[in-house]
């Protein structure tokens, strides 16, 4: 059990015999109680409802199996993975995998989470190392602070970089926030 209060972006709770996972989260404080306005995804349609509860609410939080699993291919909308014990292949649906698409490129190692033998999703690593496909150049002189240009990347993510990054570097970037981290060590 969870209390409205301890809900966070990311939980995954169970609610009229169907799994939700919270992404996003406000606390809100009333004249005699705090609430928490929640937006939560429907893990099996994908559509969004909004939600209140009351702090003190006992929610059910949803039990979950984890295991690493590697990215191999995609054939369509299915999207191949491999546990890394077992060496066992499963595909997963585009709509299942969401924003993650936008990180996830072969040989990258994620959890992939499944309730009651279903899969429901992925969680990626923190940070992931991409290279820039398309960007302008960046000129002598160009440092860390002095502004930004948009770069896409190999899985077809343009996010801001600073102007001395060029196409062809490899980049870390925040897989919660799609911002850059810094530039990879070229070898």
Not at 91 to 110: C, F, P, Q, S
Not at 140 to 165: N, R, Y
Not at 169 to 176: A, E, H, L, S, Y
């Amino acid at each position: 059990m969870i209390s409205g209060s301890e809900l966070r972006k990311g939980v995954i709770i169970e609610l009229d015999d169907k799994l939700y996972q919270v992404i996003d989260y406000q606390h809100v404080k009333m004249k005699r109680t705090a609430l928490a306005r929640v937006k939560l995804r429907d893990l099996a349609a994908g559509h969004i409802i909004e939600r209140s509860f009351q702090s003190d609410e006992k929610l059910t939080r949803a039990r979950l199996d984890s295991r690493p699993m590697q990215y191999l291919y995609s054939d369509g909308d299915l999207y191949y993975f491999m546990d890394v014990e077992s060496f066992e292949q499963t595909g997963i649906n585009r709509e299942k995998l969401g924003d993650a698409l936008n990180y996830l490129k072969e040989g990258t190692t994620v959890e992939v989470s499944s309730y009651k033998g279903e899969v429901v999703g992925i969680e990626l690593p923190i940070a992931v190392e991409l290279e820039v496909v398309e960007t302008e150049p960046g000129f002598k002189g160009d440092t860390a602070t002095a502004g930004s240009k948009p770069a896409k990347l190999e899985t077809g993510l343009t996010i801001q970089v600073p102007l001395f990054v060029n196409q062809g570097d490899i980049i870390k970037v925040d897989t919660r926030t799609g911002e850059y981290l810094e530039r990879s060590s070229q070898e």
